[in-house]
């Protein structure tokens, strides 16, 4: 019999993280939410188990290193390994902040969860990742983190402000390809991969997703489609890519 996939979604509680767990329950693969807030986190847990989906919950906030290590050890507990890290929590401090002024308690916010939570955690559960016959970390990224795109006038970000966040998605890129590196060196079967979810109507920023929807963002369900298509592949052999549903982003 084949190894059972298990997933753990970071920011899994709502939002596209909450989708993310959603359809990935659907096609039989074993999602652990991680949510920061536990009532948070079983709400939505039972909201799932009204549709008839059964996830399970590890309380988890990417920038305590305890309750990282926590969480890491409550998966080692119950499941012995991990199949797929979906690093999906993220936030933005500096939204419109222009960079000659931007604070610096802002931009470390910025780092704190976009950046170095998502390496603590992936440090974390690699041990566990190696484990499972073939591993996934998924890094849920943002075309806000590219380069090639800021400096395209054509492009939705080209126009956008928020270079906390965006050095941080960049980073956090950065970091994805030289992991998936790593893991290619060391003949482990781990793929990295970073995605762009598009501009997606979620809470996001603080807006609502009507709000969001109304300056054009997309429905959720196209936000999460490249990450649960990654997610769901059976070949495991696209590794150290930055891409959305339309193919390949410029870093
Ligand atoms: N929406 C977009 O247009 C868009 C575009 C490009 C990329 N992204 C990226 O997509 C990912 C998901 O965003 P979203 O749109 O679904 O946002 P969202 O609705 O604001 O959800 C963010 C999730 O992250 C969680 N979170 C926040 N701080 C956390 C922490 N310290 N530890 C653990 N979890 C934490 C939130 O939990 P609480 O409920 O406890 O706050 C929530 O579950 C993020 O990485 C974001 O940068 C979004």
Do not use: C
Not at 126 to 154: D, R, V
């Amino acid at each position: 019999m084949s190894e059972e996939i298990v997933t753990l979604v970071t920011g899994g509680n709502r939002g596209m993280g909450l989708e993310i767990s959603r359809e990935l329950l659907q096609k039989g693969q074993r999602v652990i939410i991680g949510s920061r807030n536990l009532e948070k986190g079983q709400d939505t847990v039972n909201e799932l188990a009204q549709e008839g989906l059964k996830a399970d919950l590890v309380q988890l906030d990417v920038t305590d290193h305890n309750s990282v290590e926590s969480a890491a050890k409550s998966i080692q507990d119950k499941y012995g390994y991990l199949s797929v890290l979906i690093n999906n929590a993220g936030a933005v401090f500096d939204f419109r902040q222009e960079p000659s002024v931007v604070e610096m308690d802002r931009l470390h916010k910025d780092f704190e969860i976009n950046y170095f939570g998502l390496i603590d955690v992936t440090q974390q559960l690699m041990p566990l990742l190696q484990q499972s016959k073939q591993a996934k970390i998924i890094n849920i990224s943002s075309m806000m983190g590219s380069k090639t795109e800021a400096l395209n006038p054509e492009s939705q970000v080209y126009q956008a402000v928020a270079v906390g966040y965006q050095s941080a998605k960049a980073a956090a890129n950065m970091y994805t390809v030289q992991l998936a590196k790593e893991m290619q060196k060391k003949n482990l079967n781990i793929t990295v991969n970073a995605v762009d979810p598009g501009m997606v109507a979620t809470e996001f920023g603080g807006a609502t997703p009507d709000q969001a929807k109304a300056m054009g963002a997309k429905p959720i369900e196209e936000g999460v489609s490249r990450t649960v298509e990654l997610a769901t592949d059976e070949n495991n052999d696209v590794t150290a890519t930055f891409s959305n549903a339309d193919g390949p982003v410029g870093w």
